[in-house]
């Protein structure tokens, strides 16, 4: 079993940073894909980063269209899984998740961002971006 933490969320201003992190705890950390999902009202999740912990780690990968402006990157000995967003719009705002399963993300039915098949979920955490 896994269990997910969210934190770091809150209200900013447009163009400000934020830096999010998933406290991750299980029998073991080895073997995990880890992925940061947001969702908004009447939407689909969206994928935005992912990294796999197997194999002594990997390198983060970030949803192309994020890439300069925001970061992944597994700290605290693989216990702690951090998003750092920069240049924040008010499209940003959103319920920010992160999900694991016992996986190669690579080998995650339908790739990592498919949100089916991940086992676990932490409950959140809330970024809100005003002008």
């Known amino acids: 079993q896994v269990q997910l933490m969210e934190s770091g969320g809150g209200s900013v201003q447009q163009g400000e940073s934020l830096r999010l992190s998933c406290v991750v705890s299980?029998?073991?950390?080895?073997?995990?894909?880890l992925t940061w999902f947001r969702k908004t009202p009447g939407a689909e999740r969206e994928g935005l980063a992912y990294?796999?912990?197997?194999?002594?780690?990997?390198?983060?990968i970030v949803r192309a269209y994020l890439k300069g402006r925001v970061t992944a990157s597994l700290t605290n000995e693989g216990r702690t899984l951090n998003l750092e967003m920069g240049s924040l719009k008010p499209e940003d705002s959103a319920m920010y998740y992160c999900?694991?399963?016992?996986?190669?993300?690579?080998?995650?039915?339908?790739?990592?961002?498919?949100?089916?098949?991940?086992?676990?979920w932490g409950q959140g955490t809330q970024v809100t971006v005003s002008l």
């Open positions: 999900a694991a399963d016992y996986l190669p993300c690579d080998s995650h039915p339908g790739g990592p961002y498919n949100t089916g098949g991940y086992n676990y």
């Open positions: 299980g029998r073991t950390l080895n073997g995990l894909c």
């Open positions: 990294i796999y912990t197997g194999g002594g780690g990997s390198r983060p």
